[in-house]
């Protein structure tokens, strides 16, 4: 079966405190793909990034870092120094060659105050 | 990235009359594109797959009759909700698939808030 978990429902930090976000799959696939999408009150859904199974090498854009485990099945998003501006809805979502589709986490709203 | 684009973005109806969602890709070709709704504080769910030139793959449980989905070329895909329902209000959202190197993204539109009176 496929599955994503974003286990934190609401996060809630004060502007420039670091944030993860976690995310944990499940895919019996030897090859898949891993994204993360922002959802800003707009609702419009922007592509952050995607991590092919086979490289495990982390990721590092801006203040934006991924950390991908295949041990652990985790593919976790941390946000440095945090601004207002981020503040949105994060989905981690796997994609099955398998099935062809593109499977979502609940999704995990994050809220950054001044 | 790619630009996805829907139209439109909001739309609100009188129950029992039709609502048609386009969602065109704007700078690229896409043979499939997909259609996603999703409900407040809720993650998206894949209503069918859109195939350019055949007919749309629905998901189990959605009524194919009731949302009619078209996609008469590459870089068009329309979204109808017949004879639509209070029960049919929610977000839409459309998205294209683009091949990158190996592997494949998915961008999305900015999607359709449907309000069914």
């Known amino acids: 079966a496929q599955k994503v978990t974003q286990a934190q429902t609401e996060i809630s930090v004060v502007e420039k405190e670091d944030v993860t976000l976690d995310c944990v799959y499940e895919?019996?696939?030897?090859?898949?793909?891993l994204f993360w999408y922002k959802q800003p009150p707009s609702g419009e859904l922007v592509f952050l990034i995607r991590r092919n199974s086979f490289d495990e090498q982390n990721e590092i854009s801006g203040r934006y870092s991924w950390n991908f485990q295949k041990s652990t099945s985790s593919f976790n998003f941390t946000i440095t120094a945090s601004q207002v501006v981020d503040s949105a809805v994060y989905f981690c979502a796997l994609f099955s060659g398998n099935t062809g589709k593109l499977i979502f986490g609940q999704g995990t709203t994050l809220q950054v105050k001044p | 990235g790619a630009v996805v684009s829907q139209h439109p973005s909001r739309v609100i109806c009188k129950s029992g009359t039709s609502v048609k969602i386009e969602c065109r890709s704007l700078?690229?070709?896409?043979?499939?594109m997909f259609w996603y709704r999703q409900f407040p504080k809720q993650s998206l769910m894949l209503m069918a797959t859109?195939?350019?030139?055949?007919?749309?793959?629905?998901e189990q449980g959605v009524e194919k009759d009731k949302f009619l989905i078209n996609h008469a070329s590459l870089t068009l895909s329309t979204l109808t909700v017949t004879s639509a329902h209070p029960e049919d209000s929610s977000f839409y959202i459309c998205?294209?698939?683009?091949?990158?190197?190996?592997?494949?993204?998915?961008?999305f539109g900015p999607g359709t808030r449907l309000l069914v009176l």
């Open positions: 998205s294209a698939r683009v091949r990158q190197g190996v592997g494949e993204t998915q961008y």
């Open positions: 700078d690229f070709q896409a043979t499939t």
């Open positions: 859109s195939n350019e030139g055949s007919k749309a793959t629905y």
């Open positions: 895919t019996r696939d030897t090859t898949y793909y």
